[in-house]
């Protein structure tokens, strides 16, 4: 088990160096979109790549694979694909929620300047606007056609994750190793509350939807092993090195070295890798677990829908409200103080089933979110953030959901 041990240490070395120093909590932000012909129909690899080209401008770095054009970045935000043609951008960390917002919707107007001559149109929704995922093809890269086989195998909804799902994920610094158990706990408590303020798939496999929160119904059938919420989570020694060892101990699925990507099914990253496993293997280990909270050199939580840019700059100040003050956190801790893994998966559960009337750890879903906002609205200083934060207010107060609302805009 020396290879075990030298490959822990190296996770646990990369999660150290990941702590920002105390002080201010920087937030990054991804979100991804549907892009669709102005019929709905969706739009293929090829079509996509000339959307990105025209996105990309002289000041931006190109990304390629194996020849192939796959995205690009520049100093504010990187855009990227997922599986089915999803375009997603990624916004490097900043200080605040109106920096976040300001490079969100700058990235938007130009996306629509873009897209308008093309006669296509973006959507941030949870699920694909008019298509069932089975007729959504993958792009053509080898790291996805691995996972849907395996996924197909493991759960039932793999298929309906890859190809017609999209998010928004909000990322949080931390400054210790215990920093990091305090708010990895904390966000993977409040993530059956996250995935009903964030519900918003009014359609579901071409067809009207009414059920709460399908997209975490989908991610809870994928595949138990690298999705919902880590087993270890309430372990008394719960830390990096514990997170390090489970992910290291799990089946990796899809190994990269270098440049080559292959198939390993089952294998762990512990018997895929030698001993001596580099950044780069370490972050691509990482990025093939998809829990509900995921920690790489910042703790990411992956739980929300994407949704209009009024509802992200809410939720992206509520989290930063939460998780910038301890004091929020241990509140959250002591509230949910004898919560398990399974009170949480359970919980989750129960919103899918019953939005609002949910039960959740006991107590009501509407009213545990009006808890959560108003530990929110106290740690907001300013009248600008509280306002951000009005149309959550505003949807708990209805006991609504995005859903109902039918926003299709970006």
């Given at each position: 088990m020396a290879n075990l041990r030298k490959q822990k240490d190296a996770l646990v070395a990369y999660f150290k160096a990941g702590c920002k120093p105390e002080g201010q909590m920087r937030l990054g932000l991804e979100v991804e979109h549907f892009v669709t012909h102005t019929d709905q129909s969706?739009?293929?690899?090829?079509?996509?790549?000339?959307v990105m080209q025209a996105l990309q401008q002289s000041e931006d770095v190109p990304v390629m694979q194996d020849g192939v054009f796959v995205g690009f970045y520049n100093d504010a935000y990187s855009v990227?694909?997922?599986?089915?043609?999803?375009?997603?951008?990624?916004?490097?960390?900043?200080?605040?929620?109106?920096?976040?917002?300001?490079?969100?919707?700058?990235?938007?107007?130009?996306?629509?300047?873009?897209?308008?001559?093309?006669?296509?149109?973006?959507?941030?929704?949870?699920?694909?606007?008019?298509?069932?995922?089975?007729?959504?093809?993958?792009?053509?890269?080898k790291r996805y056609e691995v996972m849907d086989r395996y996924f197909q195998k493991r759960g039932h909804h793999?298929?309906?994750?890859?190809?017609?799902?999209?998010?928004?994920?909000?990322?949080?610094?931390?400054?210790?190793?215990?920093?990091?158990?305090?708010?990895?706990?904390?966000?993977?408590?409040?993530?059956?509350?996250?995935?009903?303020?964030?519900d918003n798939a009014p359609i579901y496999e071409g067809e009207a939807n009414h059920a709460y929160s399908v997209r975490t119904s989908i991610w809870n059938d994928v595949d138990a092993d690298r999705c919902g919420i880590p087993p270890v989570l309430m372990d008394p020694d719960f830390g990096f090195e514990t997170y390090?060892?489970?992910?290291?101990?799990?089946?990796?699925?899809?190994?990269?070295?270098?440049?080559?990507?292959?198939?390993?099914?089952?294998?762990?990253?512990?018997?895929?890798y030698p001993s001596a496993i580099s950044r780069e293997e370490i972050e691509h280990v990482l990025s093939m677990f998809f829990f509900d909270?995921?920690?790489?050199?910042?703790?990411?939580?992956?739980?929300?829908?994407?949704?209009?840019?009024?509802f992200i700059a809410g939720y992206v100040e509520m989290l930063r409200a939460i998780f910038s003050s301890p004091a929020a956190q241990e509140g959250v801790l002591r509230h949910y103080a004898d919560a398990t893994v399974e009170a949480i998966e359970a919980a989750k559960?129960?919103?899918?089933?019953?939005?609002?009337?949910?039960?959740?750890?006991?107590?009501?879903?509407?009213?545990?979110?009006?808890?959560?906002?108003?530990?929110?609205?106290?740690r907001i200083p300013t009248p600008e953030g509280r306002r951000r934060l009005e149309p959550l207010v505003a949807l708990a107060a209805r006991k609504t959901t995005i859903r109902e609302l039918k926003c299709y805009e970006f």
């Open positions: 969706p739009v293929d690899f090829e079509e996509i790549g000339r990227s694909l997922e599986p089915a043609c999803q375009l997603e951008v990624s916004i490097w960390p900043q200080d605040n929620v109106p920096q976040l917002m300001s490079v969100y919707e700058l990235f938007c107007e130009r996306l629509r300047r873009v897209l308008a001559p093309m006669e296509m149109r973006a959507y941030a929704l949870g699920y694909h606007p008019s298509r069932r995922a089975a007729s959504l093809p993958l792009i053509p890269k793999g298929v309906n994750m890859m190809r017609a799902t999209a998010s928004t994920q909000v990322s949080v610094d931390y400054f210790s190793e215990q920093d990091f158990v305090r708010k990895y706990r904390v966000a993977c408590l409040i993530t059956p509350l996250l995935a009903l303020l964030t390090a060892d489970y992910v290291l101990q799990k089946p990796l699925v899809v190994s990269r070295h270098g440049q080559r990507t292959e198939g390993v099914g089952r294998k762990s990253a512990f018997e895929v909270v995921r920690l790489k050199n910042y703790i990411e939580i992956r739980v929300g829908d994407a949704m209009p840019a009024a559960l129960g919103v899918c089933r019953n939005g609002y009337g949910a039960q959740v750890y006991g107590r009501r879903a509407e009213d545990e979110i009006a808890w959560l906002l108003a530990q929110a609205k106290s």
